[in-house]
C-alpha cells in the first residue's frame, strides 16, 4: 500500500512563502504522474498543480506564477514551492497521482492570514 507523507505546512502572512514536501513510498514513483490538491475549508478537494514523469507541469490558473511543482525522483518527494501566497491559499494540502487513486494521506495545514 502506497504511503503518502506531506509536510511544511504553517501560518503565513499574505505575501508570504511555504514549501510543501510529500514523501511516497511507491516504488514506481518515477513513473507516476503525481499532483498536489487543496480542500479549502467548505470547498471540495481541488488538484492545483500537477507533474507528469518528464517533469511537465500544469497548474490552476488561481495559482499561476506563484506555485511551481518538482519532483526528486531518487528521493521519491515531491514539493510544492508556494510564494506570493493569499489568503485563499487557505486549506489543507494533500499529494497523490493525478488521479487521486492512492490512499490519502493526513494532508498539511496551510494558514494565509491578511
Known amino acids: 500500500q502506497v504511503q503518502l507523507v506531506e509536510s511544511g505546512g504553517g501560518l503565513v502572512q499574505a505575501g508570504g512563502s511555504l514549501r510543501l514536501s510529500c514523501a511516497v513510498s511507491?516504488?514506481?514513483?518515477?513513473?507516476?504522474?503525481m499532483g498536489w490538491y487543496r480542500q479549502a475549508p467548505g470547498k471540495q478537494r481541488e488538484l492545483v498543480a500537477s507533474?507528469?514523469?518528464?517533469?511537465?507541469?500544469n497548474y490552476v490558473d488561481s495559482v499561476k506564477g506563484r506555485f511551481t511543482i518538482s519532483r526528486d525522483n531518487a528521493k521519491k518527494t515531491m514539493y510544492l514551492q508556494m510564494n506570493s501566497l493569499k489568503p485563499e491559499d487557505t486549506g489543507v494540502y494533500y499529494c497523490?497521482?493525478?488521479?487521486?487513486?492512492?490512499?490519502w494521506g493526513q494532508g498539511t495545514q496551510v494558514t494565509v492570514s491578511s
Open positions: 507533474i507528469s514523469s518528464s517533469k511537465n507541469t
Open positions: 497523490n497521482n493525478q488521479n487521486g487513486a492512492w490512499s
Open positions: 511507491a516504488i514506481t514513483f518515477t513513473f507516476v504522474h
